[in-house]
């Protein structure tokens, strides 16, 4: 088992950042990829980034493509989120999940998942 923490969310202006946080705990010795996802009011779940176990490959939807990035510290088990020139777009519900083995866009790859980070950004 491997439960996962998000923190770091919060209410940003448009054209601000925030960093969210992701830690793991538990059975962190396999191989994970680790992925965000978000959920906004009346919307259905989507996918804004993986990162592969290494922290050597990486993909985004394309809404957030130059703008967030996410990496990952093995040491702390700890992922990240760096969110730069926020928009009201992407105010939702931040969701970090973890995958065995390669993660890739699709919910139904990952197998843990964390509570979530409300972010809200105001125009």
């Known amino acids: 088992q491997v439960q996962l923490v998000e923190s770091g969310g919060g209410l940003v202006q448009a054209g601000g950042s925030l960093r969210l946080s992701c830690a793991a705990s538990?059975?962190?010795?396999?191989?994970?990829?680790m992925a965000w996802f978000r959920q906004a009011p009346g919307k259905e779940r989507e996918f804004v980034a993986t990162v592969n176990w290494s922290g050597t490959s990486t993909l985004y939807v394309d809404s957030v493509k130059g703008r967030f990035t996410i990496s990952r510290d093995n040491a702390e088990n700890t992922v990240y989120l760096q969110m730069n020139s926020l928009k009201s777009d992407d105010t939702a519900v931040y969701y970090c999940a973890a995958s065995v083995g390669y993660g890739g866009r699709s919910a139904g790859s990952y197998i843990y998942w964390g509570r979530g980070t409300q972010v809200t950004v105001s125009s």
């Open positions: 538990g059975r962190t010795s396999s191989n994970y990829a």
